[in-house]
């Protein structure tokens, strides 16, 4: 006999699955336009007109009868600014574009767009925590969905070299998180250049009382979380480790920057998202997490996403979840870790729980795939709930920023390429389908399942020229066709010889004479190696090269 209880429990899951699937509802038209002009105009100019200050603009903006232009920084040290220009509903969007640039007055004029979260939720009763984590460690027992023992990142091996330093700090860029949540004590960072609760921006970086980030999507300084994408998110990167509660983060001491850039229905504007990278860079973020897209293409998201990198910020973003190759951004962007996911028999997720229709995305900007379907994390509802778990790329992009964190605190000196680059040439090749997971990259799983303990375990940051060892000049460096290394000395009928981060031999070059050598790529894959020059057999220069992916 069925009880009621037990109906009870089985009608309010399928309704938290149901109410849970934002993520793949259309997002609705935008109404915004962000816009660059070519030069600002003075500040005697802004302080006479409304809008941007720039009289063309502003004489088109009153013709569409726009009803709001709000000024956003480009990053604090830049100088430039954007607009975000709200339109009536009705309003034609792309005939209101070429009317901007139709003015010559604007460097870009682009639709606001708006994306979405890439996860869905699932209930299932309580069982003991951290064996749940199957992504950190699968003993090919899972229960929910066929398991095999091995298919994981190695995270118990990867601990014992590094657990994380508080001073790297993550930003996830989503839909807020439970602030209060026990398994963040301690975590949340904090902008100490603010004084709380006096309604002033102290720190002069237009955001007032920011003391624990920001809310882009209701603009205030609460980023909670409405909806439970967020805070997912942020634990499956930082929950606190090791104290007798939930769920284990990848990072046990990273500081989690919450900013908000998703609403309570999962939606948000590209603009939100933008200004959210910026603040991120100008507060010392050093990786910015973004699990959501949207399908059309910003020069204004790359430009920030661009600010960021030259600021040494690690940006990963999820591949989404439409099961085709269908480029969402920011993955699409250049310089971004674009993540896919797996599931807990390594074979790339297809479907997701949630939907029959539903797949991990592909594509030619795909980099890495982690654990992404069936991740059990933390609840925004409650402090004592463990029992929700979510599926979607949305879900192995945080265990890969996780991993970068680890990098960083491993070795802060590290760049966003040398992260990127050590992810990709450690991570696991041909651990899924083979019609899919081939040697090498493909558009399925990038370079690869990601492998935390191969990943800290790599051998080459910096390496040490001995007594009477050379520093090569490699220009350009990181490199994509080829490039040039230079030394001192010359030398006659040298070797020039290129290792792996395992110190395996990958190139060599036989017969050469002078100071310079060109190094071409040809079929290596992207990654750090070491390349050294030997005369005589005896190594006279040594340098980290790095591949660009």
Known sequence: MIHMKHIFLLVAAILLIGTNLHAQQQPPPTDQ????????????????????????????????????????????????????????????????????????????????????????????????????????????????????????????KAWELETGDSSIIVCVLDGGAKLDHPEFAGRIWKNTAEIPGNNIDDDGNFYIDDVQGWDFAFSDNTPEDGLGHGTNVAGIIGANANNVRGYAGVDWACKLMILKGINNDNFGYYSWWIEGIYYAADHGARVINMSLGGSTYSSAMQQAVNYARNKQVVVVASMMNLNSDAVYYPAGLNGVIAVGSTDPDDSRTNPFFWSATSGSSFGNHISVTAPGNYIYGLSHQSNTNYNSYWGGT????????????????????????????????????????????????????????????????????????????????????????????????????????????????????????????????????????????IENGQQIAVAKVVVSG
């Open 33 to 156: 336009i962000i816009l660059k002009l070519k030069k600002e105009p003075s500040k005697k100019l802004l302080c006479k007109h409304r809008g941007t200050g720039n009289r063309k603009v502003d004489a088109i903006s009153e013709k569409y009868k726009v009803l709001l232009v709000k000024k956003v920084a480009m990053g604090r040290q830049s100088g430039a600014f954007m607009y975000v220009l709200k339109c009536p509903k009705g309003t034609d969007i792309q005939e209101l574009i070429q009317a901007y640039l139709r003015s010559g007055e604007v460097e870009f004029a682009e639709p606001d767009g708006i994306g979405q979260g890439g996860g869905a939720q699932g209930l299932v009763p309580n069982d003991p925590f951290y064996k749940r984590q199957w992504g950190l460690n699968n003993n090919g027992t899972f229960s929910l969905a066929p398991a095999l023992a091995g298919a994981d990142v190695e995270m118990e």
């Open 394 to 533: 949305s879900q192995a992009a945080p265990l890969v920023s996780g991993l970068a964190a680890l990098l960083l605190a491993q070795n802060p000196q590290r760049s966003p390429d040398d992260i990127k680059a050590i992810l990709q040439q450690t991570a696991e090749d041909q651990v899924g389908d083979p019609a899919e997971d081939t040697p090498g990259w493909d558009k399925y799983y990038g370079f690869g399942r990601v492998n935390a303990f191969r990943a800290l375990s790599q051998l080459v940051d910096a390496p040490e020229a001995g007594e009477g060892v050379q520093r090569l000049s490699i220009a350009p460096n990181p490199f994509n066709n080829s490039t040039t290394l230079r030394w001192e000395q010359p030398v006659s009928d040298a070797l020039v010889l290129l290792c792996d981060a395992f110190g395996r031999e990958c190139r060599r070059i036989t017969s050469v004479f002078g100071q310079s050598a060109v190094l071409y790529r040809e079929d290596l894959p992207a990654g750090i190696y070491v390349v050294s020059v």
